[in-house]
């Protein structure tokens, strides 16, 4: 059972506007959320993460934002530059378990 | 200067075969991880260590064998290869502590002929 889901598979912008990328999860007991970019043939890098007790977190172009009640997050990115291009994980953790990862949601930014 | 590191980059071997994947990181983090994402993507901890102690191991077949002789290597051995193995396999590194954020090899692409 997936404890981490993103349900849309893929996205599409146009550079200069916003992107958001959306994550459910299941386990009220995740202490961290954590995001993750994945261009072809490389590893996923560390974009920006959000600590449970947290409902925002910044860091240049990119913002998490945490909804506990609806047990949701999203990713925004603004501006969307066609670099951002890549996949986007979303990963959750809980203290004394492993990172947990959803399934990836493709973005393409389009010049 | 590449800091978690894995060779090879692509492995291609047949059914029945052992082979072995490396892993290096040159960042002073205590904790090592193995991913495996498989052909619907998923990416999936099989295991992680924390100054070379094994603290994971999720339900991994007894066929995989992670070996970390110092903090900064660990290790894949596989045994026996089976065609469900051919995955994409990660290797990452993080500081000790809930919520670090991990960073990950290039990959090693597994494919069983």
């Known amino acids: 059972d997936q404890q981490v889901k993103q349900n849309s598979p893929s996205l599409s912008v146009q550079e200069g506007r916003i992107s958001i990328l959306n994550c459910d999860y299941t386990?009220?007991?995740?202490?961290?959320f954590l995001w993750y970019k994945k261009y072809p043939a490389e590893g996923p890098t560390f974009l920006i993460s959000?600590?449970?007790?947290?409902d925002k977190n910044e860091d240049g172009r990119f913002t998490v934002f945490l909804n506990k009640s609806a047990k949701h997050l999203s990713l925004h990115i603004v501006p969307s530059q066609p670099g951002d291009s890549a996949v986007y994980f979303c990963a959750a953790v809980q203290a004394g378990t492993a990172l947990i990862f959803g399934k990836g949601t493709t973005l393409s930014v389009s010049s | 200067d590449t800091a978690v590191s894995q060779t090879p980059k692509y492995l291609v071997t047949q059914m029945g075969n052992d082979k072995s994947i490396k892993c290096e990181q040159n960042?002073?983090?205590?904790?090592m991880y193995w991913y495996k994402q498989d052909s619907k993507k998923f990416l999936k901890i099989m295991f992680s260590y924390n100054n070379k102690e094994l603290i994971i191991n999720e339900t991994v077949p007894n066929r995989f064998s992670p070996k970390s002789p110092d903090k900064a290597h660990l290790n894949l051995h596989i045994n026996s290869l089976e065609l469900g193995d051919s995955a994409v396999y990660f290797c990452?590194?993080?500081?000790?502590?809930?919520?670090?954020?991990?960073?990950f090899g290039d990959g090693t692409r597994l494919s069983i002929l």
């Open positions: 990452a590194s993080s500081q000790a502590g809930v919520g670090q954020p991990q960073h």
């Open positions: 960042l002073g983090h205590d904790t």
């Open positions: 386990n009220s007991m995740f202490d961290y």
């Open positions: 959000i600590s449970s007790i947290k």
